[in-house]
Nanobody
Framework: QVPLVESGGGLVQAGASLRLSCAASGRTFSTYAMGWFRQAPGKERKFVAAIRWSGGSVYYADSVKGRFTISRDNAKNTVYLQMNSLKPEDTAVYYC??????????????????WGQGTQVTVSS
């Protein structure tokens, strides 16, 4: 098990920034690829960003490229999602997830083994 706890969500105006954090427990965090997904009310969960265990490769959904940045600090067992230029359509519950498998890109939810409880991000216009 890899318990994951997200934090950093909130209510902001369009154009603002937020940084989400996801803290993991356990000594094996550095071996997991990490991802962020989001789910808006009445919609399916969608991929946002992912980062390999080393941080050497990152992946983004087209909708957030150039605005969001994923990073990780393996010494702190934490992955971050810096979100800039937020838009109302970014409003969703944001989940972090951990994957123990070697995958080509980590953009699909089934590729992840563990999930956090989510943190709400609301962007007002």
């Amino acid at each position: 098990q890899v318990p994951l706890v997200e934090s950093g969500g909130g209510l902001v105006q369009a154009g603002a920034s937020l940084r989400l954090s996801c803290a993991a427990s356990g000594r094996t965090f550095s071996t997991y690829a990490m991802g962020w997904f989001r789910q808006a009310p009445g919609k399916e969960r969608k991929f946002v960003a992912a980062i390999r265990w080393s941080g050497g490769s990152v992946y983004y959904a087209d909708s957030v490229k150039g605005r969001f940045t994923i990073s990780r600090d393996n010494a702190k067992n934490t992955v971050y999602l810096q979100m800039n230029s937020l838009k109302p359509e970014d409003t969703a519950v944001y989940y972090c997830a951990a994957s123990s498998a070697v995958r080509s890109s980590y953009v699909l939810a089934y590729e992840y083994d563990y999930w956090g409880q989510g943190t709400q991000v609301t962007v007002s216009s």
